[in-house]
């Protein structure tokens, strides 16, 4: 549970820092605030926490430097970067970094819960390793593409995902005709327990066709995410381009 879990949140905004603040303090969950990465380092070497939660731009060394450190020397620490440039180039760079997951600004009290959710869930050891087919490119922790002999582009969720939602309860559905980008949401995944899980997308593109079972079906994505429980197809714009991102993160 989040609510035994630490957050040490990184933001050089007062603001920011006050309004996390707010929202862990209500939901009684234990954190500290740094202002700086230099300053949040000290604050790890004196207690690691469970979870940081990191904004990629700050004075000095900045957050994904920090998290790229954390990632190494701190292997059982979970982090997730914040920052208000939500764009596939931001997506990619923080989950390359060591990141688990991105949390664009400004969020809701539910976006932040939700986000931290999952993260205590990996801190807990819950998810399993990646079990995706060989031939899936992957946002990693989030979503996976498959090129089909058409020359369009299947997506889904991936298990690691799917485990650290918990039973889901239904999914927002990408409608036909309308256009996905890489890094941005490829579906809300809204869980039993309330939450509301983001998922990025690994392949933009004009979705040509959607997953309607899941829309009654939707346990279907956690029973055959590689199969039955894809979420849409999509006719790639930028595919080539968009698949060298993946590999490089």
Known sequence: MISKREVLVVDDEDVVLGAVRRILSAHSIEHRVAGSAEQALEKINEREPDILLADIKLPGQSGLELVRKCSSRFPSLVSVCMTGYANAEHV????????????PKPFTVEEALSTLTRAGRLVEGDAIANDAPVECFMLDGHTWARREDDGTVTLGL?????????????????VPNTMLRQGCDLTR?????????????????????????????????????????????????????????????
Request: glycine letters at 8%.
């Open 92 to 103: 990619l760079l923080c989950l390359e970094s060591g990141a688990v997951d991105f949390l």
């Open 158 to 174: 991936v298990r690691t995902f799917l485990q650290t939602v918990g039973p889901i309860e239904s999914l927002d559905i990408p």
């Open 189 to 249: 995944v809204t869980a039993t327990d309330g939450h509301v899980h983001r998922a990025w997308c690994a392949i933009g593109g004009r979705v040509e066709q959607s997953n309607g079972r899941l829309e009654s079906e939707p346990a279907l994505v956690s029973a055959d995410p590689y199969g039955e429980g894809w979420i849409a197809c999509v006719m790639p714009t930028s595919i080539e381009e968009e698949i060298a991102r993946l590999q490089q993160a």
